[in-house]
């Protein structure tokens, strides 16, 4: 009983952690921290422990598969040396820092390791937190490269637990023979799962079941993830490198009915596990404070000042020694074109938020050693953990949007016009298509010459919408007076159907039929314009 009582308080949390982030400008995942802490205050939940391979195996292959399959891969091809290093030698180069940085405040080497791994990697869902006030090929570097970093804090971190809790000694040729199988091991277990999957969920589409076919999907990360870490590779890098491919092969294998489930099913999964490891971490925290004393908690509290520090300085001096590295080594037109300046490489360096990832691995970290003795440090590592992921949300944060303001980034406009290409394209294709497609259909000359005025009436509105002549804006109106109209008439039409189930004349299996139709098209419309 008490599971299920706690599930349904973590719930709860989330939604009032929502509801309240939409009225204060203050960000969810700040809320739902402080929901923890709260939550802490009951006993019975401060001592709720889940088992540290839950975290990893649950949480991150589902968190990293999402972020895989909605990242632009050509936008990772065009930034990809920048990319790899800012995931590999970055992170390597942060963890050391903070590893020593924590070391000079009193923690052992292994568990200053362990906190270092787990604070060195960026997020990619908290990027979210800054997409709005950055151009989209940063956005795109940011959330690339959190997902690569990821995989390489996991070896990291395996090694420093493993080395600290007696299973494993630590040399060069051991760390990297780990690093290159992990690598290596990783990327082959994400190709192999990624293309079963393609051959699977193509078989799956005949028989038009988009339950099975989200079930197949749901399947890939984990089964990415197993396979990896079944041959001691890394099962964070086989589930990105499966997302990856799954994301170019996604389109032509899925059906509208399969992938309208899997954004709903998925962006509904991928908010509550965040939610619910902020919250975890809040009553972690709270659990942490009361097993340190005084004195350790007045220790934690410097060593989260420093390493939030540390982390700043460490990615700033990377990219901008970086930066200077790459122009001196490649002179080519083309690279001089991707140059950032100085401003949005200052942005960029603000921009490396800690969020969920950090959250798991340091729950992770498992309570006893081999010899059954307590980890060391474990109260410290998560709090501190915590510590700098509230640090970099809320300071970084706050400052981050004068830092933007400042830079004067240029506004992106690739995505709009690629946008507009890709409408104007496809409605282009269609009418193209039209006549020999009614032919071969056999289709009324009535209903072909509708649809078709109707299909050239929506590309005139679609050219319309790429000028800024007057002439446009009659037919610019009229598209919008027609979209309004129809939710209008939807909502009509929604109440009648509503009355009929009321007054019993249809059975409430009619009711939610007509009332799925009823979503779809006013979904449809609400997304439809006016045209960008």
């Known amino acids: 009983m008490k599971a299920l009582e706690f599930v349904v308080i973590l719930g709860i949390a989330l939604l009032v952690s929502g509801v309240l982030a939409h009225r204060f400008p203050i960000a969810p995942p700040i809320?739902?921290?402080?929901?923890?802490?709260?939550?802490?205050?009951?006993?019975?939940?401060?001592?709720?422990?889940?088992?540290?391979?839950?975290?990893?195996?649950?949480?991150?292959?589902?968190l990293l598969y999402w972020e895989s399959l909605t990242t632009s891969l050509r936008a990772i091809r065009r930034d990809l040396r920048g990319i790899v290093l800012s995931g590999t030698a970055l992170v390597a180069v942060s963890a050391w820092a903070v590893a020593a940085v924590a070391h000079g405040l009193g923690l052992p080497w292994g568990p200053a390791w362990v906190l270092g791994a787990a604070v060195a990697p960026t997020d990619a869902t908290a990027v979210g937190v800054v997409a709005r006030l950055l151009p989209s090929r940063n956005v795109t570097i940011l959330r690339a490269e959190s997902l690569i970093n990821d995989g390489t804090a996991l070896v990291v971190y395996s090694l420093a637990v493993a080395v600290t809790a007696g299973s494993e000694q630590l040399g060069a040729l051991h760390t990297g023979g780990r690093l290159l199988l992990s690598y290596g091991g990783g990327i082959a277990a994400g190709v192999v799962v990624a293309l079963a999957g393609i051959r699977l969920r193509g078989?799956?589409?005949?028989?038009?079941?988009?339950?099975?076919?989200?079930?197949?999907?749901?399947?890939?990360?984990?089964?990415?993830?197993?396979?990896?870490?079944?041959?001691?590779?890394?099962?964070?890098?086989?589930?990105?490198?499966?997302?990856?491919?799954?994301?170019?092969?996604?389109?032509?294998?899925?059906?509208?009915d399969a992938r309208l489930q899997t954004e709903a099913f998925w962006s509904l999964a991928i908010y509550l596990l965040n939610g619910f490891l902020f919250v975890l971490v809040g009553l972690e925290a709270q659990a942490a404070v009361h097993a340190l004393s005084s004195a350790d908690l007045a220790g934690a509290l410097i060593i989260v000042a420093?390493?939030?520090?540390?982390?700043?300085?460490?990615?700033?001096?990377?990219?901008?020694?970086?930066?200077?590295?790459?122009?001196?080594?490649?002179?080519?037109?083309?690279?001089?074109?991707?140059?950032?300046?100085?401003?949005?490489?200052?942005?960029?360096?603000?921009?490396?938020?800690?969020?969920?990832?950090?959250?798991?691995?340091?729950?992770?970290?498992?309570?006893?050693?081999?010899?059954?003795?307590?980890?060391?440090?474990?109260?410290?590592?998560?709090?501190?953990?915590?510590?700098?992921?509230?640090?970099?949300?809320?300071?970084?944060?706050?400052?981050?949007?004068?830092?933007?303001?400042?830079?004067?980034?240029?506004?992106?406009?690739?995505?709009?016009?690629?946008?507009?290409?890709?409408?104007?394209?496809?409605?282009?294709?269609?009418?193209?298509?039209?006549?020999?497609?009614?032919?071969?259909?056999?289709?009324?000359?009535?209903?072909?010459?509708?649809?078709?005025?109707?299909?050239?009436?929506?590309?005139?509105?679609?050219?319309?919408?790429?000028?800024?002549?007057?002439?446009?804006?009659?037919?610019?109106?009229?598209?919008?007076?027609?979209?309004?109209?129809?939710?209008?008439?939807?909502?009509?039409?929604?109440?009648?159907?509503?009355?009929?189930?009321?007054?019993?004349?249809?059975?409430d299996d009619v009711l939610l039929q007509l009332q799925a139709h009823l979503d779809i098209e006013e979904v449809r419309l609400a997304h439809r314009g006016p045209p960008r």
């Open 31 to 62: 809320l739902q921290l402080a929901a923890g802490v709260l939550l802490g205050f009951v006993p019975w939940l401060r001592g709720t422990e889940l088992p540290p391979d839950i975290l990893l195996l649950v949480f991150l292959p589902v």
């Open 203 to 256: 078989r799956l589409r005949p028989l038009d079941d988009a339950l099975l076919s989200n079930l197949a999907i749901l399947l890939l990360p984990f089964t990415a993830y197993l396979l990896a870490e079944a041959v001691g590779a890394s099962g964070v890098l086989a589930v990105v490198i499966c997302g990856l491919i799954m994301s170019q092969a996604g389109p032509r294998v899925g059906w509208a």
């Open 306 to 507: 420093a390493v939030t520090l540390t982390l700043a300085v460490a990615r700033l001096t990377f990219l901008t020694a970086f930066a200077y590295l790459i122009r001196i080594l490649d002179r080519r037109p083309q690279q001089r074109r991707r140059r950032m300046s100085h401003r949005a490489r200052a942005v960029s360096s603000l921009a490396g938020f800690r969020g969920a990832v950090s959250l798991a691995l340091a729950l992770s970290v498992p309570y006893t050693v081999d010899d059954g003795s307590p980890f060391p440090d474990r109260d410290t590592i998560v709090f501190v953990t915590a510590g700098v992921v509230v640090t970099t949300l809320v300071v970084q944060g706050l400052v981050l949007p004068g830092v933007a303001r400042w830079a004067h980034l240029p506004h992106a406009t690739d995505e709009e016009r690629e946008l507009r290409l890709a409408r104007t394209t496809a409605t282009e294709a269609a009418l193209a298509a039209m006549s020999d497609v009614a032919a071969d259909l056999g289709t009324d000359p009535g209903v072909a010459d509708r649809l078709r005025a109707e299909y050239e009436t929506h590309l005139k509105t679609l050219r319309a919408s790429d000028t800024a002549a007057e002439e446009s804006e009659p037919l610019l109106r009229r598209h919008r007076d027609d979209v309004d109209l129809r939710l209008a008439l939807l909502a009509h039409k929604r109440a009648a159907v509503i009355e009929l189930r009321d007054a019993r004349r249809i059975d």
